[in-house]
């Protein structure tokens, strides 16, 4: 088993933490606009050019979310690597820069929990709801001045009340990536253009319009698990 693990930093908004060296066969990898050196606290660090048409956010996003094209045939794409990470992956697996891990076994676990599906996920450690996330979505300073609401009204007729919600701070997926989960992936980005980047909103939506395309739940709990420590943002904004 080969994973690729891999974070994106756009806007200095965080800084790369140092993982924990792995008991498997793996690679971590950061894509960012920040002058950081190419080989920095275990990641291999990927520079890209900054996207003056999107937010900070929304251009990390596309890394969050588009998977299939940062990973084609289950390799980083030749428009970002040199040839040292071209070695096909198994899985992949998105981290939230915030997050810092700090068990070797981690690569292993979250292959473990994958089993035979396309994709997995941690349940959303506090609510079930996206129309409960939008009320706690709406007092944060990062969401301020995003149709939050409007969102959720827009999908009320599809998605009831008490659905579901995922943390979307970590996803593993099967590489390389099945139709099926390349369009559930363009979905997600495309809600994510039309609405808001608060993307746990917009995935039950997407998960109604795709059918058989649920995400396996990775055991544990985000807050409180024994695979990585969830550490503060450089600044809320």
């Known amino acids: 088993m080969h994973a690729l693990i891999y974070t994106a930093i756009f806007g200095d908004y965080d800084t790369l933490k140092q993982p924990v060296v792995q008991d498997q066969s793996c690679e971590f990898v950061c894509f960012t606009d920040a002058n950081i050196p190419s080989s920095t606290n275990g990641w291999h660090v990927v520079r890209v050019n900054p996207d003056r048409t999107l937010h900070p956010r929304m251009q990390a996003k596309q890394f969050k979310l588009l998977s299939h094209n940062v990973f084609p045939n289950g390799r980083v794409a030749m428009s970002y690597a040199p040839f040292t990470l071209r070695r096909p992956a198994d899985i992949s697996i998105w981290v939230d820069a915030s997050l810092q891990i700090k068990c070797p076994s981690f690569g292993r676990d979250m292959h473990a929990a994958l089993g035979n599906r396309d994709w997995a996920m941690f349940a959303h450690p506090d609510r079930d709801c996206i129309y409960d ?95 990585f420590d969830v550490m503060p943002h450089n600044a809320d904004t």
């Open 133 to 227: 996330e939008a009320e706690v979505s709406a007092t944060m300073s990062k969401y301020h001045g995003l149709p939050i609401f409007p969102q959720v009204e827009a999908y009320r007729s599809t998605v009831p009340p008490r659905d579901g919600l995922y943390a979307c701070a970590v996803i593993v997926r099967r590489e390389p990536a099945s139709e099926r989960m390349k369009a559930v992936n363009a979905l997600w980005w495309e809600q994510n253009l039309k609405w808001t980047y608060q993307d746990q909103l917009s995935l039950p939506y997407v998960l109604r319009q795709k059918r058989q395309c649920e995400p396996t739940r990775i055991p544990g709990h985000l807050w409180s698990n024994k695979w």
